[in-house]
């Protein structure tokens, strides 16, 4: 599978059969790979699948890329780089709601990857359960979709009242917004793995990715 | 809402519009209350619902249920008390693979809950990944699924296996089968959190009605 | 102060004075005495101040303070005994708040506590925030005490939203409902530190007696 | 609710209703803001209630919050800007209480918050236990307020004391100050939440501003 | 060393030199061996020592112990099994002092393995922080001690304040005793090794035999 | 591979190409399957490979066991039961020493296991540091092992003293032996994961199979 | 006690009959001070008791201290500043013992302490139990002093040692030297928490200042 | 053993012998030791053994050393320095497996610790389970080892399916690859500690040297 021409034959095994079984071709994690390094295994994963995702990068990484793929968008809110250049239709709809200003970097993850699955989002902020009205009054609109990407940090407690108002599916993101007690989101997590309504699966602390990508295959199928 | 023969009225307020909401009346977690609160409960949602679902509970309440409502049904091993005289249509299914026998109480909780939803289940026993061709020749039956609850307890690796080899919903279910630092299952439960695969979103240690809940969600759309 | 009649000196050096001080008694905590212990010092509390409480006891406790003194109390769902001869005044008014029916015991301790300092007490059962029409039905009545005590186990959302609803003082209390994650209640404990609403201050897990005794301190004055 | 000049928009929904429903307009985080989002919600929420607060902010928010607001005031100690153009008239008064004097930016935020609800605020500093006679001198003064705050970090035994001496609810603060396995003021908050004096509820570590909103609620009924 | 006739020779290799290497023979921890393990190394060290302690023990060991040396004695509330033949001198003395009537058990062990030691000890009951001027009154006697243990459980605080006032070292012995946040005894353990006062050093929770044993031998000196 | 008659297929898949891949039959984790699962399970890999080898399981197993393979044997200390019909040749050696004589059960089961896989075991019982004689006067001995397990609770510093005075691998397990801050083994497990010897590596708590397993694969090379 | 001239009144309330209740003035925890307010509680005590000592500070301090004492001195590897016009006479004797290199600057923190305290001391560095034979050959020097402080990291394994070989009083000190399970200190807190040697009492992770003033106490005694 | 010249006598007590006792010197921590302090100790261990090896260290160390050993080399990936001047005879095999690109540095720590104790090192990169094909592909190779390192951040799956698969003794090093509740590498340790796969021994996150140099002593046997 790695010719002699593969630049990333030392430092990766690269999946090209992941999107055949999964649907997606493999994502790069980028908080821990050089620029180089995320910037060669895009270029290889783009060539075989017309699309590429890079998570948890940054500027420097975006350089490399563009050197080879100069089409490629940066989002700097969700510090993800992508491309792609399937035809896309549009299957399914989700909505991606927060608790606070604070909770958008990571819903914008969620949103940008059911996008690229070709999953139709509505973005929802700054809801969180202090002014309970604000959620209330989305209802209507939440109920519409697929499956509902809800993004908290503090004490998380949105999913908990989404989830008692509506019948979809609820994916809940806990995020690192917080401090003392609160810091790095083990408050949240611990809310939402805990939640007195059923309905809620929980992601990562701060992954925004695995939200929007399980919210995606739930709405796509 | 509770009238003056409502014998739950001094420690309950049931919540009688839930499955008008959510689709799915409320369901009593049985762990914490008295048999004597938990049959009456029951009794209250069954008479509106047609549909009653105790979890988490034990022969004394069984006892207590069937005098109230004697076509009730227990489930000794998931630990349900459970009864539905509605006509079900069956929409949807799902696969509940689980890594080992030990893991079976657990794995039959989401069985039970999806199927009061309605759904086709399909239940795949003791496919650990320590003999990994138990779980590479279930595959193909698995794929066919709306989405696929994966319980293991221990080190928790199976759900990342199988969130690698399809492209539907993995629904993980950590449980507190181990022992050392593997007791209670939070060891299984941070592998799950913690997967290199996408497409898993997780739910409390021992939650099998919750990921049953959550699969028959999605299944059912 | 310990004459040589007095049967607590060995065990114990009673502070007589606290009700002085700090208007209250000194409080029993009978989990770790010996029954003997507990019934002893109760009596010479009670010879003081007209007025004991001993929390977290049991029967076989309150059959020796019944040998001492017979007309004492016992709540058995509270584990309190307790027993006053104080004239009392109601001065201020409390509300206490559980989100669900398993909540109940640790509900019924700050109840009795708030009732020994002469307060009037509003008891509000199981209104968790799944069903949020619940709790956003009893906010008129709420309203109008001087502090609120809200005692929920699980994700322990509910402080969050009543404290986002009133100008009063609410006074947290997470309890031990729950189960994987949530086992013991640390879960709760978070969800209220990091609540995203001012006005919440919390207690110890499953002290209810403490909140009672808070919120009795705050709507006394 | 949000019209099409709105700069906030965009990133927030903000609860223009709370200080009817609280007594107190929204309080800005800014930790996790912005400082351009801090501003704008600040603008938004002075314009409508004639008061802000932002917390746990900075320099360069200030910069931008004074381009807006001129007459808006920084304080460097307890890390806030606020302003407030209400008449103010002064009703109850609170102590707040350090155990040192590394704890004096926690406590300043809990003076900061009081003063901006109109209560009148007591600071005594640096009387922690280990010089028992310091807080033993000030108990006379400190019995007058209505609510006490008390600020400490390390072992946090400062608010165990006090409430041993008062008749006054006790809101207690742990702060972050400590090294080894007093990092972080898990050490401190522990204490007091296990405190053995009745009268005592706690906040988050580090969250001043939440001891002096509930102080303020207490003092100004 | 270890002979044919050897009963323990199957399961321990005592260190019958310890005595001549550290004061104090080998101590036998009872709490995880069989009554039969712990009688039989107990009539060893007895017979090379003429002393032998066995802690954390029980009555069923106590009869085994019997069964051999008729001569020894057990205390039930410090669950120790001792006997000595030597002849002892005194030789310094220190204060145990305890925060309440449920640390007595804890404390009791440091009393017995002191007095082992040839140490005079002074008892000092239910002196917590709460009432403050109970351990002010102790101080003049305390004083006199060449080292303090000091017991306590929940907030743990009383070792501070000890320690503030004395020119002694205070040994701290954290106890279980505590429920929620304070079960187990951590919440005290960290006060104590967080202690702003200087010149305390800590044990193991429940560890009154090893705060006795290091008072012992500070004393003896 | 399940057959009509395979009495385990309801909740079981065994494993039983196991052996041909790793050299030992699927081995059996009694702890949370019924008797009768654990006899079933037993019976089928024993007709299959001539050797079986429950581990964590107890006297009701092995009732249900012997009626079915008569000649089980079960060892009460190690809590294993197993039976062999392979003709062993014995291939390496392997110590197995322990701390104390509280860590024997543990111990136990290393000796079993390794034994079961044709490994000839030297026991060392009861050499902890406290006496560090002990263990120096065994070092000859152990030097000449293929391999070194090293069983200890409380501190744990047992394999990093061994570790520095031999050059064979060291296989460390960490028991639940301790109380307070050692109760459950955590203590023992950091020791040995942040040793300052190199050439150890650690097995879970408790673990004694596993310990036993891997010296046993290492001394049979 | 605070007159119109002092410059310290705004933000300390110093202790200033410390050194007459225990001994030695108050200690300055320089950490989370600002240099100036170091400097100015370090006039204040030295003036009061011609001796002070800043903890945990930095060059920038000193410069500020400089100012004000010009003849204090600065250690760079303990982070300590400290000046003494007392006239000492050396009463008593302490060894330092050290596991490792990365454990001097704690190792140093001790000496300087118990130095200022008119104790002699004894530094040994680099004798962890990995070469086991380091520290045996130290014993006869180590059994001289009436109190040892042994300071380690990582595994934390040395104290234990020690204190089986000797019958002086072991201050343990656990420092945060170590990565993965072993940063922070934790590792090694645990391990000295939990020895099986009697004889030890532990201070706070790299509290060596802490433990040579414990030391310091029990040697001049 | 330290003479006058001896330049590290201030703050080492090296371990010379130790290469008799275990077959390799004393390997120096980096980590916490300045870069004249590694350095000085480098040249003595290079001067006695013709070989020394520096972990977790950087380039400002490499400096110093250079001056001292002009043909000392640095792995900037491991972050190791390193030489030797031995003659080496290839004994034994390991295989170097990682799950994952971000793995590499510490793989590579494994693979310069075995190649300096002569033992052959094959490497394989970034085969996790969620592509398992990748893995299955390399068993023929891997099980002509003597020893297999895994190396696998995330959700550290690997070593369980690894030895899954062979007869050959599996060390497993978590590494801190991760985010969220992954952060720091604690779920990957509790993975490998808890695998249902007997085989596994583990060692401290990220200690690649570690679990290089047990890999080299299985091997060079």
Redesign the interface.
């Known amino acids: 599978m790695n010719d002699n021409n593969d630049k990333t034959k ?6 090209l ?2 999107e055949m ?4 071709p ?2 790069i ?1 980028g ?3 050089t620029p180089k ?1 995320s910037a060669l ?1 895009a270029e290889k994963i783009y060539k075989k699948s017309d699309l590429f995702l890079i998570t ?1 990068t940054n500027d420097e990484t975006y350089t490399e890329v563009q050197k080879i793929i100069p089409e490629a968008e940066y989002d700097e809110v969700a510090k993800m780089i992508f491309c792609t250049k399937k035809e896309q239709k549009i299957s399914g709809k989700i909505s991606v709601v927060n ?4 909770d ?1 970097p990571i819903a914008r993850e969620a949103e940008i990857t059911a996008t690229l699955m070709g999953v139709e989002v509505e973005s929802i ?10 959620i ?1 009054s989305k209802v209507e609109s939440i109920r519409k979709s ?2 509902i990407v809800v993004v908290a ?5 949105l999913p ?2 989404v ?7 609820v ?1 809940a993101v ?1 995020t ?32 925004g ?3 929007g ?2 919210a995606g ?2 709405a796509s ?1």
Chains 1, 2, 3, 4, 5, 6, 7, 8 share one sequence.
């Open positions: 030392d430092f990766a095994e690269i999946d059969d992941r079984r999964t649907g997606f493999e994502v994690f908080e821990t790979k390094q295994i948890r608790a606070g200003t604070s958008i902020n700054d809801v969180g359960v202090t002014g309970i009205h604000r209330l697929d499956c940090g503090m004490e998380g407690a908990t009242v989830a008692g108002l509506v019948d979809k599916p994916i806990p690192s917004v917080g401090f003392g007690t609160g810091e790095k989101g083990y408050s949240a997590l611990l809310t939402m793995l805990n939640s007195c309504a059923p309905g809620i699966s929980v992601v990562n602390i701060d992954a990715f695995s939200a990508y399980q295959l739930i199928q």
